[in-house]
């Protein structure tokens, strides 16, 4: 045994750990794949807090804290987002630090849920040992519908029990057992049903609930729609979430309460419904507590940095810890190091759940198509589609030439106009935004020689000495994020003092002193392809799609595309009293403690008092590294700006979740605007 998980046994006790306990929670739930959320939660909560550990975790944190570039401005942010972010993540270490705890697992929550408080998808703390460990689950995902009157309700989604039934198979017995009386055995007729009260509450009580604390972006709005279903294009196919109020990252909700009224009944349905937990996908398995916290709780291989200039490391083949958690498409280790990424977070890996056939777009995708960018040309042969799941795929060179072949095709076959569905895109590599919005709006000086927005990196003490220990040659074969030759100034050319380049600018937030880099500029052109000569498609007939979880790069494309080039925005989804956002968490580069940390130990600096030392535990901490300056005020961080989408569109039975649908009645109704339409003020 090693480090911390020693300690930890230690102090679960003797007689747990030498098997005298009548009781282990753990092996009572060991190696089932299904269990009922309690018994998740007392073989999670069986760990004791052990004092080492949690220092450990807290000075990794806060030390990694020190390159988050948002810190100071997430105490507060400024107006639309000032009611929504609004927390002093180092006050909260302090805290948390001073705290007593029950469990490790009530420890692992607090420190959860004050990161997920700042509404950031790149900042946050996550543990292999907790989340996701057990998904939580309930067989009726929710969807916000619009009447035939114009009214909005909260339905269980019409496709409900045919999603359940598929990804459940014959588990899904157990909730047809769990209705009460009548309702016994008849799950698949509470699908299209309207939801009256959750919890004896209006079911928005419980949206808005979820809401304050789902984190990943800013905008309350958004947070709202994570809480019903929707649809994804995935790198294998098309996939289904479940939302947030069906399928939870912690098994926390033992049943939920609901009041409903059935398609074609005349009466009001009153019962109580299980949630239950399945074994996670990344989780290990484990016979009693002893094996569960080797097996998923102590930090392995991949949670910490490496020196890449020591004569013992080899290229590590496997993608990072924190490749888990990012919602992305799965990448190439080698071309995650190679290519800048912007991306979130969640405790809830990216979903496999398949979309109903029926839901799936049927003509045929061209052959152009690639992972998670599919093209299709609807039926008025004027209008093309680009469903892009991810900014990331397998491949980073195919996926960028397929874009512009796919796009050049739907050209030749007569698109005049293109659609470009980014829901539940949450983001991937840089250069890809900045080649897409290139490629399709053409050389201007909107795209060249800038695609994308300048950047500045928080230059703290300890990242003041890494750049300088790279400047003084500490980086011979330029690996290093913190080498200037990875970068160029505000002018868009390389830095003419490498060794002055990391000269820090001071700025007072929120009255806070903090420091800056320069100001950064572009960092993709000249691409890895050739771009056309003209433009693909005007501005004017371009419109981009999402639920308003389009984050990350996916953002930095969407804003530049909607602000620089009057690229039209739709949200689906969303209530209609509350102004909707087309994305969220901008950043500039996102990133996380195993890459700061091998930064550190590359340069030699990790014995200095102001590095982190290595997790002893399992766990992930994502940080914006970068952040982006704004289009519309250009001298602060595009993050805190407004973002309001030019339409909602509000989905109705008819097609809920359906792509082709709703492209098409996107197209009619903004191919020109049309007064059915509804337009935010």
Known sequence: MKGGHFFWLLSLGPTLVFGSLPIDPCAAIAGKRWVLPREARAC???????????ANIIEVIN???????????????????????????????????????????????????????????????????????????????????????????????????????????????????????????????????????????????????????????????????????SYHRGPKGWEYAMGNFAQQVHPLVDSVSLTIKRINSSTVDRFSLPYRSRFGSASKNFTDLPSYLENNCRATKRTNGHNLYSADFSALEEAESISYFQQQAPVNPREARQHAMNVI?????????????????????????????????????ITGVLALGSFSAENFTIFGQSLLNGLQELKARGATRLVVDVTNNGGGYICIAHWLHRIIIGPKYTTEPQAGLDTTIRAGPLARMIAKKVSEGGDPDELLYYNPIQWTNASHLPFSEPTKWFTPTVKIINGHMDAFSPR??????????????????????????????CASSCSLFSITMSKRDGVKTVVIGGKKDVPQQYCGTVGGQSTGFS??????????????????????????????????FGIDDQNEPEEWQDHPADFNFEPTFDNINNPTAIWTEVSRKIFPSSPFFQVQA
């Open 44 to 54: 999670m909560s069986a760990i004791p807090v052990n004092a080492s550990i949690k």
């Open 63 to 229: 030390k990694t804290l020190g390159f988050h570039t948002s810190v100071n401005y997430q105490i507060q942010a400024p107006p639309p987002y000032d009611r929504d972010v609004h927390e002093n993540l180092n006050a909260d270490l302090a805290r948390i630090s001073h705290k007593s705890y029950e469990s490790d697992f009530d420890l692992h929550l607090d420190l959860y849920r004050s990161f997920k408080r700042v509404n950031d998808g790149h900042c946050g703390v996550y543990n292999y040992c907790y989340d996701s460990l057990y998904v939580t689950y309930l067989p009726i995902p929710l969807a916000l519908l619009t009447d035939s009157d114009g009214t909005q309700s909260v339905y269980i989604a019409p496709e409900a029990f045919k999603v359940a039934s598929v990804e459940f198979g014959e588990d899904i017995q157990f909730w047809e057992d769990a209705l009460p009386g009548e309702l016994t055995g008849k799950l698949s007729s509470l699908s299209g049903a309207k939801v009256l009260l959750v919890n004896e509450e209006d079911p928005f009580v419980a949206v808005n609930a979820n809401a304050l604390v789902a984190g990943g972006y800013q905008s309350f709005a958004t947070r709202q729609n994570s809480f019903f279903a």
């Open 345 to 381: 977070l969640d405790g809830m890996p990216m979903s496999d759940i398949e979309l109903p056939e029926e839901l799936q777009p049927t003509m045929p995708a061209l052959n152009e198509s690639y992972s998670v960018a599919q093209f299709y040309l609807l039926e008025d042969n």
């Open 520 to 549: 950064l500029g572009q960092e993709c052109q000249p691409f890895s392809w050739d771009p056309p000569e003209k433009a693909l498609f005007d501005p004017k007939d371009v419109v981009i799609v999402s639920n308003g979880k």
């Open 595 to 628: 890459t700061i940390d091998t930064e550190i130990k590359s340069t030699g600096l990790k014995d200095h008092e102001l590095a982190p030392p290595d997790f002893l535990t399992n766990s992930v901490q994502g940080i914006t590294w970068r952040l982006g």
